[in-house]
């Protein structure tokens, strides 16, 4: 069974940056994917940015996320990141690490293609 771990999240004004941490429980060499996504209150799960954590580290973001959003993996200690830049009250939200096994790095971003996550941190951000 796979465990997920996410830290990092809190409360921060707007302008601030916050870097979240997920901790993965496999085989740190695994090839996975992992991705981040956020929920807002009564919106439904999107997400944010995914990498895979094998060979390249290619790395995809949703529209919303590019520019001040960035992911990142540390394949000895098996974290992904999440460094959010310019934080905006938008932002605010449940973020959620995911994972799913991949071997070709085609690592997307619907909710539905990952089968491990994370209880979730929160983000809320004040203006």
């Known amino acids: 069974q796979v465990h997920l771990a996410e830290s990092g999240g809190g409360p921060v004004q707007a302008g601030g940056s916050l870097r979240l941490t997920c901790v993965a429980s496999?085989?740190?060499?695994?090839?996975?994917?992992k991705a981040w996504f956020r929920q807002a209150p009564g919106k439904e799960r999107e997400g944010v940015a995914s990498?895979?954590?094998?060979?390249?580290?290619?790395?995809s973001y949703a529209d919303s996320a590019k520019g001040r959003f960035t992911i990142s993996r540390d394949l000895d200690k098996n974290h992904a990141y999440l460094q959010i830049n310019n934080l905006k009250p938008e932002d605010t939200a449940m973020y959620y690490c995911?994972?799913?096994?991949?071997?070709?790095?085609?690592?997307?971003?619907?909710?539905?293609?990952?089968?491990?996550w994370g209880q979730g941190t929160q983000v809320t951000v004040s203006s």
């Open positions: 496999e085989y740190r060499y695994s090839p996975t994917c």
């Open positions: 995911a994972s799913v096994t991949s071997y070709d790095g085609g690592c997307s971003l619907e909710p539905t293609k990952y089968t491990h």
């Open positions: 990498i895979w954590t094998a060979a390249s580290g290619k790395t």
